[in-house]
């Protein structure tokens, strides 16, 4: 259950306990009805884990994928023979 101040770190010790036989988890609890279900997301459960919110997660993302575009349209043949050379 992932609502109050708990955040749900228990995930985070049983998994580091389990590293030979891994423990799925497939969807959490955040409230007290069985709508309160939700997939789980292990991207998003690890940035609210840390203070980061969804906007904060996306926009360093696209940062991230604007500075790898920018290598690769810089990118020719001749960089290609000497990176395998």
């Given at each position: 259950k992932l609502d109050g101040t708990a955040k749900g770190g228990v995930l985070v010790a049983?998994?580091?306990d389990r590293k030979d036989r891994?423990?799925?988890?497939?969807f959490v609890g955040v409230g007290e009805q069985i709508d309160?279900?939700?997939?789980?997301?292990?991207?998003?459960?690890?940035s609210a884990?840390?203070?980061?919110?969804?906007?904060?997660?996306?926009?360093?993302?696209e940062t991230a994928?604007?500075?790898?575009?920018k290598h690769v349209k810089d990118?020719?043949?001749?960089?290609a023979i000497n990176e395998s050379a």
């Open positions: 049983i998994t580091a891994p423990l799925p988890i497939y309160d279900l939700q997939p789980f997301n292990a991207r998003a459960f690890a884990l840390v203070g980061l919110d969804q906007s904060e997660e996306d926009a360093a993302r994928r604007a500075e790898a575009m990118f020719n043949l001749e960089d």
